[in-house]
């Protein structure tokens, strides 16, 4: 996995590590750069090459890195250390791959390469997947040449940092831009209503917690038309199961879907988290959805980029705090009561979304490296 890359024609080094979040539109730039001839090879750290099987890569490229988690003293210095082990591992291995561009999708995973990039003179590109600017792009940010943001007006508050940033949009993959030509499926208020339920990568308890109880709540005449699909950790399934089988809401219930942007497409609404890639995939597939940010988060980027399509007018924000079996019995309840507000999110939901983000910043990031294609 960490054999150097070679290739007859330019290479681009893409810097992607941590979540899904991050790796998945740094996949869908590879594609979009597979298209033009281009090789791509992927720096991540050792966490994130686990999940990097269906990266198209020329090679993968383990740098070592870490994330701030605490503020003593001994954290910070040992997060400095590796950061700073990471950098000169970058440094070494650039010779070799020889990219044209260095393209960072945030988390601390990126820093080592963009910062090995830039006292090599080679030219970088940070993406911004979210409505707010994290903190390793944030540190990344006056350092390097270009940035492209997922979504609009996010540096207008920061002349010097707004002069060098082009809105692409955030990049989907494939399978979301396939999933994006199905039409939102035909609803009226005694059909069946799909409602999926998911809470990023690795799941959210809070939607185990509250949604089955919500959905006791509701009427039984409402209760009929339900079909139901959600993600649940493993140790969460039994008890989620046993709710819907007492209630008789046909649910399917899994600990993770391979195939979630065909699950998207055919669904009436979606309850879900609202981190970066979710309201990309969202917007780009056309789905209504109730939002609940992560609460914890120090950005409160999942608040922000849920507020995006609430604004756009293709969802509810529900804040943890709010996001009760009652509430969002009552939520659900007044949506389906009404087959033309879904429908109307659905379409506010897509027309907010930027299904050609992935050429977009395919264009600008070969323009940073002055590659003609």
Do not use: C
């Amino acid at each position: 996995m960490t054999a150097d890359t070679k290739s007859a024609g330019p290479t681009v080094l893409v810097a992607a590590g941590g979540t899904g979040g991050h790796l998945f539109p740094a996949e869908a730039l590879a594609a979009a750069l597979a298209k033009r001839n281009v090789a791509v090879a992927l720096a991540t750290d050792a966490r994130a090459a686990r999940h990097a099987g269906a990266f198209a890569a020329a090679g993968i490229h383990i740098i070592p890195s870490a994330t701030v988690r605490g503020r003593n003293p001994f954290s910070l210095a040992k997060t400095g250390a590796l950061l700073g082990f990471g950098v000169l591992k970058a440094w070494l291995k650039l010779p070799r791959i020889k990219p044209a561009v260095v393209v960072g999708f945030g988390g601390y995973p990126s820093i080592p390469p963009l910062l090995a990039a830039v006292s090599r003179g080679i030219p970088t590109v940070i993406h911004e997947q979210n409505a707010v600017m994290g903190r390793a792009n944030r540190m990344l940010a006056p350092k390097v040449r270009a940035i492209a943001t997922g979504f609009a007006g996010i540096l207008n508050r920061e002349p010097a940092l707004a002069a060098k940033a082009t809105h692409t949009g955030n990049p989907v993959r494939p399978a979301v831009i396939a999933a994006a030509s199905t039409p939102y499926p035909e609803l009226d208020t005694t059909g069946s209503l799909r409602l999926l339920v998911f809470g990023g990568s690795q799941g959210a308890r809070v939607m185990a917690d509250v949604v089955p109880l919500a959905i006791e709540k509701l009427e039984p005449h409402l209760q009929m038309r339900l079909k139901i699909i959600q993600q649940a950790r493993e140790e969460d399934i039994a008890r989620v199961r046993e709710i819907y089988a007492r209630l008789n809401v046909p649910a399917k219930i899994e600990p993770f879907f391979k195939d979630l942007p065909a699950v998207m497409a055919a669904s009436h609404l979606i309850v879900a988290r609202s981190g970066a890639s979710t309201v990309a995939e969202l917007t780009a597939i056309g789905r209504p959805g109730i939002l609940v940010p992560l609460p914890h988060a120090l950005d409160q980027d999942q608040h922000h980029n849920a507020g995006v399509l609430v604004e756009a007018g293709g969802a509810i924000r529900l804040p943890q705090t709010e996001f009760t079996p009652d509430r969002l019995a009552a939520e659900i309840a007044a949506l389906a009561a009404e087959p033309l507000r879904l429908t109307g999110m659905a379409a506010a939901a897509k027309k907010a979304g930027a299904i050609d983000a992935s050429d977009r910043l395919a264009d600008l990031v070969l323009r940073v490296a002055g590659i003609t294609k």
